[in-house]
Structures are given as structure tokens and as C-alpha cells.
């Protein structure tokens, strides 16, 4: 008898595919987002969890579930994972870094030009049929090209940031929990640390890529977007819940910054309706790793993961290796 495993949501039939050639697959293909209870419920008698970043696999949930042996989350963020319940009850977790780097910094980099030079303003206008003449001022932004980018968070996905800003001719600053090796800043083009309110003052622009965590929640709120330039473009990718986004919204409205690139958001997909009002934003449901290639990649990690760990060997992406069983 093969092991039962639970895939939450629905994914590229192939992968199905594949994990069926391993396991007895209950799968979601009509892609229902299961609450704590439901995901308790369906969880009964699985060994393995193909979890997505909307489950909140929470240590009541792992404590529901006395079979459980593996947790593979489909996304490199994995903050919707109680990890230290897990290792506590022997679970296996794993996630599904570097397939997704380089597809989330093009839209960082997507998000940033767009806000800017305010790419969705000015297509609004368009659309509305308010455009009726040329003007030299109209829809002026900011310049991209030799400017300063601030990345606060330089992992890899950071570091993908700064790379793509040589073409563009531009310096860049980071912020970092530890400081990179000279040759990763180097490569970095030749990426330069900062305390965060000094980076926050000299840059330009600034880009979010940094995990979330509590210690890292409201890393940017009102004091913070204080410190910016008024020019100045905030861009987040990296998680609902860093930015305070009632407070960025107020930032907007009066000024404090220029623009803002924002892909996700507190409490999502129930997002600040706060945004909607606003001119000066760029704004995405999430998508950052939305590209076919990297989505694919990413479900396919994350079954090998799976197939990997209910198979008695070390899984890939493993993130508590003192969970296993000596
Ligand atoms: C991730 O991998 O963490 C992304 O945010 C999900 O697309």
C-alpha cells in the first residue's frame, strides 16, 4: 500500500502525476482554500502535507495529526509553518528556495519602474479616455537609471535585485541581518552596507525582500517611510505584514514618499481597501513567482521534497534537519 499524502490546493496535473506514481494523492484540483478545521479533517491518516503558502499549518494543526512525517510547502517563505511544532513532533518541513530568485526580482524590478513612473496611473488615465493632449509635465516620475537602490533583505532574491541594476547604471545600497562576503557584494554590483535608517535615507528607491518573521514585522512603518526621500519608490515582494500598510497608505496620500510597488499585503487577500484610493501605486495579487517555467519548478521541488522525505532520505530543501530521527 502506497502512503497517503494531502497536495491543499491545486497544482499543475503533472505533479499530481508524479506524486501519484509515489503516493495515494488526495488532491484539491478545484481549489478550495481549506481553513484550520477542514485542513485538521483531511489531514486524518496522511503521512505527508504538499502545503501552499495560504495553509496555516499551525502546531494545532500538527498535533492533530499523530502520523504526520513530512510538511512541504510549495513557496521559499515558509511563515505559514509553525516550524519549531513540527521539529518538536519529529515532522520533516521543507521549502522551495533559488527556483524562484530570478522570476521575483523581475517584478521587483516590474513593480518598481511601473510605480516610479507611474506606468498604472498613467494607463488608467488612458483607458478612462482622459487623455487629450501631449503636456511636458505630464505624469512626470522619478529616474530609474543612476539611481541609488536600497535592498533591505539580501538574500538571494536580494542579491538578484542588485545584480539587474548594472544594466541600469545605478549604486546600490543593502541591509542585511549579517553582511555579505566582499566577493557576493561585489557581484552584487558592488553592493554597499548600511544600517537600515541610513539606507533608508540615502536611497533612492527601496526594495523589500527580506522574510517575514515577528522580528521582522513593521520593519517599515511610520517612522521609517519618514526617513525616505519624498522621491522616493518603496517596492515589496517579500511578505504581507513587514510593511505596516496603513501606515505606507498615509505616506502616500500625504507625500512622505512618491510611489509604491506593493505585490503583498497584511491580512491577504483581504488587503487594506486604503490602497485602492491611491494614485501613486503599483499594485499585484501576489505574484512574484508567477511565471509558468518557476511555478512549475517550484511544485516540482516541492513534490521531490516529499518523495524524498517519506522515503527514508534527506529531503533537498530540508529546514530542521534535528527533526529527524537519529
Ligand atoms: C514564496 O515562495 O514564498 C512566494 O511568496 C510564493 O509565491
Known amino acids: 500500500m502506497k502512503p497517503t499524502v494531502l497536495v491543499t490546493r ?3 496535473p503533472e505533479v499530481i502525476e508524479l506524486l501519484s506514481q509515489h503516493f495515494d494523492v488526495e488532491s484539491n484540483q478545484v481549489d478550495e482554500v481549506y481553513g484550520e478545521d477542514e485542513l485538521k479533517r483531511r489531514l486524518q491518516g496522511k503521512v505527508g502535507l504538499f502545503s501552499n503558502p495560504t495553509d496555516g499549518v499551525s502546531a494545532d494543526v500538527i498535533r492533530s495529526v499523530p502520523g504526520l512525517k513530512a510538511v512541504c510547502n510549495m513557496a521559499v517563505g ?3 509553518i509553525d516550524v519549531a511544532a513540527a521539529t518538536e513532533a519529529g515532522i520533516l518541513v521543507t521549502n522551495t528556495p533559488d527556483v524562484l530568485n530570478e522570476t521575483t526580482a523581475d517584478l521587483g524590478w516590474a513593480l518598481l519602474m511601473a510605480a516610479a513612473r507611474r506606468v498604472t496611473e498613467s494607463e488608467h488615465y488612458l483607458r478612462a479616455g482622459l487623455w487629450k493632449k501631449w503636456s511636458y509635465d505630464g505624469f ?10 536600497g535592498v533591505i533583505g ?19 545600497v543593502y541591509h542585511n541581518r549579517s553582511r555579505l562576503t ?8 558592488h553592493a554597499r552596507y548600511l544600517g537600515k535608517e541610513e539606507l533608508l535615507r540615502t536611497a533612492d528607491h527601496v526594495v523589500l525582500v527580506l522574510p517575514y518573521s515577528p522580528a521582522s514585522h513593521h520593519t517599515i512603518g511610520a517612522a521609517e517611510l519618514a526617513l ?9 515582494i517579500a511578505r504581507g505584514g513587514i510593511v505596516d500598510d496603513a501606515a505606507l497608505i498615509d505616506a502616500l496620500k ?7 510597488g506593493i505585490d503583498v499585503f497584511e491580512n491577504e487577500p483581504a488587503f487594506n481597501p486604503g490602497f485602492l484610493e491611491l494614485k501613486n501605486v503599483a499594485l499585484t495579487p501576489h505574484i512574484g513567482s508567477a511565471s509558468r517555467p518557476t511555478r512549475m519548478a517550484m511544485a516540482t521541488t516541492a513534490a521531490r521534497n516529499l518523495i524524498a522525505a ?5 529531503p533537498p530543501n530540508l529546514l530542521n534537519p534535528e527533526a529527524r530521527q537519529p
Open 140 to 149: 512626470l516620475g522619478a529616474d530609474i537609471h543612476g539611481s541609488t537602490v
Open 254 to 260: 500625504r507625500g512622505t514618499i512618491a510611489a509604491a
Open 310 to 314: 517519506l522515503s527514508g532520505q534527506v
Open 182 to 189: 566582499p566577493e557576493q557584494e561585489a557581484y552584487a554590483n
Open 154 to 172: 539580501m538574500g538571494r532574491i536580494g542579491q538578484a535585485i542588485a545584480r539587474r541594476s548594472i544594466g541600469f547604471d545605478m549604486q546600490v
Open 78 to 80: 515558509y511563515n505559514n
Open 228 to 236: 525616505m526621500k519624498p522621491t522616493a519608490t518603496l517596492v515589496n
Open 10 to 12: 491545486a497544482v499543475f
